[in-house]
Nanobody
C-alpha cells in the first residue's frame, strides 16, 4: 500500500533553515507528481509546492516563492523541501501528498515551528 513518511521538522529561529524529506513506497514514485502541503493551527490545509514526476517543473505558493525549494530523487523514492529564511507564519504541520488514481494520499505530517 502507499506509504508517505515525512521527516526533518523541528523548532527553528526566524531566518533559519530546515530540510524536509518524504520517503515514498507502495507505488511507482518516479511516475507521479508529488506535493507538499501545510496546515497551521485554525487554518485550512494549503498547497506549498509541487513537482512533476521528472522534477522538470515546479510550482510554489506565492508565500514561499524565493525561500522554499522542492526537489526529488527518484532513485531514492524521496521528495524534499528545502526551506530557507523561515518566518513565524511558516509554522505548521507539513504533509507530503500524492494524487493517484483519483485518491489523495497523505503522510502523517512533520511539525515545523518558527519562533525565537
Amino acid at each position: 500500500q502507499v506509504q508517505l513518511v515525512e521527516s526533518g521538522g523541528g523548532l527553528v529561529q526566524p531566518g533559519g533553515s530546515l530540510r524536509l524529506s518524504c520517503a515514498a513506497s507502495g507505488f511507482t514514485f518516479s511516475s507521479y507528481r508529488m506535493s507538499w502541503y501545510r496546515q497551521a493551527p485554525g487554518k485550512e490545509r494549503e498547497l506549498v509546492a509541487d513537482i512533476t514526476s521528472t522534477g522538470g517543473y515546479t510550482n510554489y505558493a506565492d508565500s514561499v516563492k524565493g525561500r522554499f525549494t522542492i526537489s526529488r530523487d527518484n532513485a531514492k523514492n524521496t521528495m524534499y523541501l528545502q526551506m530557507n529564511n523561515l518566518k513565524p507564519e511558516d509554522t505548521a504541520v507539513y504533509y507530503c501528498n500524492l494524487l493517484w488514481l483519483g485518491n489523495m494520499y497523505w503522510g502523517q505530517g512533520t511539525q515545523v515551528t518558527v519562533a525565537s
